[in-house]
């Protein structure tokens, strides 16, 4: 199936805004949203996300926009790795409200997946089972700068969070953090259809997001030359607000009217 529009993931840490719409100030979409009862979660009522032109949908067809939480680097003795636990992701989504949490897989730093893949794997998977139990939205992360390095290691990681995780709607995949100054056509695009293909191999419809160069800032390289062939593919911009201004929101409106929407 060939892709037919752009679908931009913005990232925003701290409180980690996942939004997945175009970038019109006048769309309001969480006026639109029905309201949530103690006893509905976000995953029943919005069900599993597709890409539909620009924008990612609900099971509904409804644009839908997401907040929550991004963890810290996964690896062994960085600090972050005592918070992976059930009871954080609880406290999360009933203290903050959080929507979506993201569980960042340290790969090649030390004390990473590529030092200690047990330790780092259950760590993730500790996260990815709790937002499913508490019915709120999880990014499977591989929270690396040099993924094109190891593509077939990444490939064996989704491999097995596709065959653990593929039929929970909750459960979105990112490919690839931040790349650093690399080519998007010629590096980047290969190593994401790798991996989107073996996923795709289990999991046919799950939502994949795929990082652009330049941390992830370089949207519109991969508007020029999308990936084709997927079908529910989204791409990566990281906005950080103390360096990033109009330029990059000028490019990210940009890739959205690009014209393959």
Known sequence: MKITGLHILFLFFILT???????DKNNNISDNLPLQ??????????????QNGNKI???NNEPVSFAGNSFFWSNDNWGGERYYNPEVVSWLKDDWKTTIVRAAMGVEDPGGYLENKTANKNRVKTIVDAAIDKGIYVIIDWHSHHAEDNTN?????????????????????????EPLDIS???????????????????DPDNLIV?????WSQRVDLAAADPITGYSNIAYTLHFYTVYHQQWLRDRAS???ESGIA
């Open 153 to 177: 290691e990444a490939a064996l990681f989704f491999e097995e969070m596709a065959n653990l995780y593929g039929e929970y709607d909750n459960v979105i995949y990112e490919i690839y953090n």
């Open 37 to 50: 009862s103690e006893d509905t979660t976000v995953v029943q009522i919005h069900g599993l996300l597709q």
């Open 184 to 202: 998007w056509s010629t590096t980047l695009k290969p190593y994401a259809i790798s991996i989107i293909a073996t996923i795709r191999s289990i």
């Open 254 to 256: 940009a890739a959205l």
């Open 210 to 214: 795929v990082g652009t160069p330049e």
């Open 17 to 23: 805004c996942f939004t997945f719409h175009s970038c």
């Open 57 to 59: 949908v609900d099971k």
